[in-house]
C-alpha cells in the first residue's frame, strides 16, 4: 500500500467521523424531544480491486419501531378524546355542588321544602314567607348557573374545534410538503432522517387532533386516513371543514363527511351528545318543578313573565325564575294562586285577599302533592320529560323521569356526576397507557444519553488515531519529496 493510498484512507476515515459526529450531535440535542427516533450513521469498507480503499458514509437512518409508534398515536388520540371530555365536565361538576354541602340541587330543593314546613306552623308569618322565596330564589339561580354553564361548555367546546380544524389544515400542509422533500432527498440518496422526525411529530398532532392512521408508501412517503377511512388531502386542495350548529356539529373534507377521534371527536361527542343530554335533564327537572308546583296551587317557579311551561321546552333551565307575582307578594306561598281539583273533583281555590290568615290547604297540598308522586287529584305525577325532540333531533334520558321532584334532581344529578367520573376514569386509564407506550418507544427508538456519550468518546479516539495517521503519511510523503530533490 503506498503512502498516498494510505493518506486517502485515513481521511475517507476523518470524513466519516464528520458524518458520525453530526449524528451524535443531533440525537444528543434531541434526547428529550417528544417522538425523535434515534439516528445512526451507516458506514461500509470501501473496496478497489480486491483492496481496501477506506470508508464510505451513506446516509443517515433511524431507529424506529413502527408498531410501537403506531400504538402511542392510537393512545394519544384516545388521551386528547377523553381530556376534552372530561376537562369540559370538570368544569361543570364544579357548578353543580357537591352533595351533602348544601349547594346541590337536591339540598337546594330540600330547604324550599323545609321552608314551606315551617310556614305550616305559622303561615302569617312574613319572615317565614320570605325565606320561602328566598330557598325559591337560591334554587332557581342555581338551575340558571348550571344551564350557563353548560352553554359556555357548549360555546368553549365550538371554540377548540375552530382552533383545531386551523391547526390541522396547517399540521397536513407541514406534512404535504415534507413528503414532497424526503422523496427528494431519497431518490439523490441522502438521509432523510431528520425529516422524517420533524414528520412523526407533525403525525403526532394529526393524530392527537382526529386519531389518523399514518401508511408509509413505496416512495417513503405516508398517507394518512381518517378514523373512517377517508385519505386526508396533503396538498391543500380540499381542507377540512366543521360545521357547527345548535346542538350539531359534524365534519368533512371536500363535502365528504368524515369521522374524527381525537380531541375533534371528543368536542364533536361534546357538542352533539353529552352536553345536549345534561341541558336535557335540567329543562325536565326544570319543567316538573314549575309543573308539579302549578299543579298543587302554586305557580312559583315560571318563565320571566310568569308562565309555566307545560309542555317540552328546551333551555328553561336558562329562564326560569321565581314567579314574579310571588315576589311581589310573599304571602301567596300561603295563599295560592292556581284554582285545583282534588280527588273528588271539589275545586281548590287560591285563599282570597282577606281570607284566613292561618290558611293551611296550599302549604299542605305543596308538600303532599308538589314534593310527593301523587297529585292533588290523587294520581300518580306524570314523569318528568324524558325525550326532547327538535330539528337536530331527539335527545334522550338514561333515567326515568317518574317520582318526586327529589328523586328527578338526584337522577340528574347523579347521571351528571356518572358521566363526569367515567371520563375522569377514562383519562387516568389512557394516560397510564400512553406513558408506558412512551417508555417502550423510548426504550427502543429514543435517544440513550450514556449510549451516545460512550459512542462520542470512542469517535474522539478514532478521530485522534485517524488524525495520527494522516500526519504521519504526510511526514513520510515530505520525507519522500525531499529524497527527489
Do not use: C, H
Amino acid at each position: 500500500m503506498s503512502v498516498g493510498t494510505g493518506l486517502a484512507i485515513a481521511s475517507s476515515g476523518l470524513s466519516a467521523i464528520d458524518q458520525q459526529l453530526a449524528v451524535v450531535s443531533q440525537n444528543i440535542a434531541n434526547a428529550n424531544t417528544s417522538g425523535y427516533s434515534v439516528e445512526t450513521a451507516n458506514l461500509s469498507a470501501a473496496t478497489a480491486g480486491g483492496q481496501g480503499s477506506g470508508v464510505i458514509s451513506a446516509p443517515a437512518t433511524r431507529q424506529v419501531n413502527t408498531s410501537i409508534q403506531t400504538q402511542v398515536n392510537n393512545s394519544i388520540a384516545q388521551q386528547s378524546y377523553q381530556a376534552v371530555i372530561s376537562t369540559t365536565l370538570s368544569g361543570i361538576d364544579q357548578v353543580m355542588g357537591t352533595p351533602g354541602q348544601g349547594n346541590d340541587l337536591p339540598s337546594l330543593l330540600a330547604n324550599v321544602q323545609s321552608g314551606f314546613q315551617t310556614l305550616m306552623t305559622d303561615p302569617s308569618n312574613v319572615v317565614q314567607q320570605n325565606t320561602v322565596v328566598s330557598a325559591a330564589k337560591t334554587l332557581t339561580g342555581q338551575i340558571n348557573s348550571i344551564a350557563s354553564t353548560l352553554q359556555s361548555a357548549g360555546q368553549s367546546a365550538a371554540s377548540t374545534i375552530t382552533a383545531d380544524i386551523k391547526k390541522l389544515n396547517s399540521t397536513l400542509g407541514t406534512i404535504g410538503s415534507l413528503n414532497a422533500q424526503i422523496v427528494n432527498l431519497a431518490q439523490q440518496n441522502k438521509s432523510t432522517a431528520d425529516l422524517a422526525n420533524q414528520r412523526d411529530a407533525a403525525i403526532q398532532t394529526i393524530a392527537s387532533l382526529t386519531g389518523a392512521k399514518a401508511l408509509t408508501q413505496t416512495n417513503g412517503s405516508i398517507a394518512l386516513f381518517t378514523v373512517n377511512g377517508i385519505q386526508f388531502p396533503l396538498n391543500g386542495s380540499s381542507p377540512i371543514t366543521a360545521t357547527t350548529t345548535t346542538n350539531n356539529t359534524s365534519y368533512s373534507i371536500g363535502g365528504t363527511p368524515v369521522t374524527f377521534g381525537g380531541e375533534l371527536g371528543g368536542a364533536q361527542q361534546l357538542i352533539n351528545a353529552t352536553l345536549p343530554q345534561i341541558q336535557a335533564g335540567l329543562d325536565s327537572f326544570s319543567q316538573a318543578l314549575s309543573s308539579r308546583f302549578a299543579g298543587a296551587g302554586l305557580s312559583l317557579f315560571t318563565d320571566p313573565i310568569g308562565n309555566v311551561p307545560t309542555a317540552a321546552t328546551k333551555g328553561l333551565s336558562a329562564v326560569i325564575t321565581v314567579n314574579p307575582a310571588v315576589i311581589s307578594n310573599p304571602a301567596l306561598v300561603r295563599d295560592g294562586n292556581v284554582t285545583v281539583t282534588n280527588a273528588s273533583g271539589t275545586p281548590i281555590p287560591p285563599n282570597p285577599a282577606g281570607g284566613p290568615a292561618g290558611y293551611t290547604a296550599l302549604i299542605q297540598n305543596v308538600l303532599n302533592s308538589a314534593f310527593g308522586t301523587t297529585t292533588v287529584g290523587g294520581s300518580a305525577q306524570p314523569p318528568a320529560i324524558t325525550a326532547y325532540t327538535d330539528a337536530t333531533g331527539t335527545v334522550s334520558l338514561p333515567y326515568s323521569g317518574s317520582g318526586s321532584l327529589s328523586a328527578i334532581a338526584t337522577n340528574f344529578t347523579a347521571n351528571e356526576a356518572s358521566i363526569s367520573s367515567a371520563a375522569l376514569t377514562q383519562v387516568s386509564n389512557v394516560g397510564n397507557l400512553v406513558t408506558a407506550l412512551k417508555a417502550q418507544a423510548s426504550s427502543t427508538s429514543g435517544v440513550n444519553i450514556d449510549q451516545q456519550m460512550s459512542l462520542l468518546v470512542t469517535l474522539q479516539n478514532a478521530y485522534a488515531a485517524n488524525a495520527k495517521t494522516v500526519t504521519i503519511a504526510q511526514q513520510m510523503w515530505q520525507a519522500v519529496q525531499a529524497m527527489v530533490q
